[in-house]
């Protein structure tokens, strides 16, 4: 069969059967993998493909929406634009996935808020209140102290065993508040649980606050 050349458009040049440039559907299989974060696709779960040009001509690469409305939301936006799923798939509105992104970008910027709660990730940091070694896996609550530094006080990251953090927060060097602390440990310490935060709870103890 002879082919026509086609016509070139202001959007490129289209072959044979057009494919969308974007298509949003729910996962057919579990097959593909998340080109954003490595992980399997689940089947049913919806994902994007975003059309680019392969080594055998045009293919879809893949991505869970989610994953593609918080690293690429421009290519989400396209693909809201030209409505790229079948009429009968029910997708989160373009508002939804960017407040998902909002949120996502949010989170990784508190992560590091003072204080926080961990475990220690190795044995060789000391509780700076009491000088005491804390040990690896153990409870480790960083505070902030004001370090003065060229005329000018900064946030300093503070270890301190939880034991300790009741007498540490009346160290005039110490800048985080007694009030509220507990609601800003669950705030900044996002990785932990409700178990975790009742354990912290009772090794701190009161804080009179
Ligand atoms: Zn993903």
């Given at each position: 069969?002879?082919?026509?050349?086609?016509?070139?458009?202001?959007?490129?040049?289209?072959?044979?059967a057009?494919?969308?440039?974007h298509?949003?559907?729910?996962?057919?299989s579990?097959?593909?993998?998340?080109?954003?974060?490595?992980?399997k696709i689940?089947?049913?779960?919806?994902?994007?493909?975003?059309?680019?040009?392969g080594?055998?001509?045009?293919?879809?690469?893949?991505?869970?929406?989610?994953?593609a409305?918080?690293?690429?939301?421009d290519?989400?936006?396209?693909?809201?634009?030209?409505?790229a799923?079948t009429?009968?798939?029910?997708?989160p509105?373009?508002?939804?996935?960017?407040?998902?992104?909002?949120?996502?970008?949010?989170?990784?910027?508190?992560?590091?808020e003072?204080?926080?709660?961990?475990?220690?990730?190795?044995n060789?940091?000391?509780?700076?209140?009491?000088?005491?070694?804390?040990?690896?896996?153990?409870?480790?609550i960083?505070?902030?102290?004001?370090?003065e530094?060229?005329?000018m006080?900064?946030?300093?990251p503070?270890?301190?065993?939880?034991?300790?953090?009741?007498?540490?927060?009346?160290?005039?060097?110490?800048?985080?508040?007694?009030?509220?602390?507990?609601?800003?440990?669950?705030?900044?310490?996002?990785?932990?649980?409700?178990?975790?935060?009742?354990?912290l709870?009772?090794?701190?103890g009161?804080?009179?606050?």
């Amino acid at each position: 069969m002879a082919e026509e050349p086609a016509p070139a458009t202001p959007e490129g040049t289209e072959q044979e059967a057009p494919q969308p440039s974007h298509k949003i559907e729910a996962s057919r299989s579990s097959r593909a993998r998340c080109r954003t974060c490595r992980k399997k696709i689940d089947k049913d779960v919806l994902r994007i493909g975003i059309l680019y040009e392969g080594p055998y001509g045009p293919s879809y690469g893949w991505h869970h929406l989610k994953c593609a409305a918080r690293a690429q939301f421009d290519e989400v936006e396209e693909a809201y634009r030209i409505e790229a799923w079948t009429l009968d798939l029910e997708v989160p509105t373009l508002e939804e996935l960017k407040e998902h992104k909002e949120k996502a970008e949010e989170r990784k910027a508190t992560k590091k808020e003072l204080p926080y709660a961990e475990r220690a990730k190795s044995n060789r940091s000391k509780c700076k209140h009491s000088g005491e070694p804390i040990d690896k896996d153990a409870w480790r609550i960083v505070l902030s102290r004001g370090v003065e530094f060229g005329g000018m006080t900064r946030n300093s990251p503070t270890n301190v065993l939880p034991q300790y953090v009741a007498a540490e927060l009346e160290n005039p060097e110490c800048l985080t508040e007694a009030e509220g602390f507990f609601d800003s440990l669950r705030e900044n310490s996002t990785d932990l649980t409700e178990d975790d935060f009742a354990e912290l709870e009772s090794l701190v103890g009161d804080l009179g606050a």
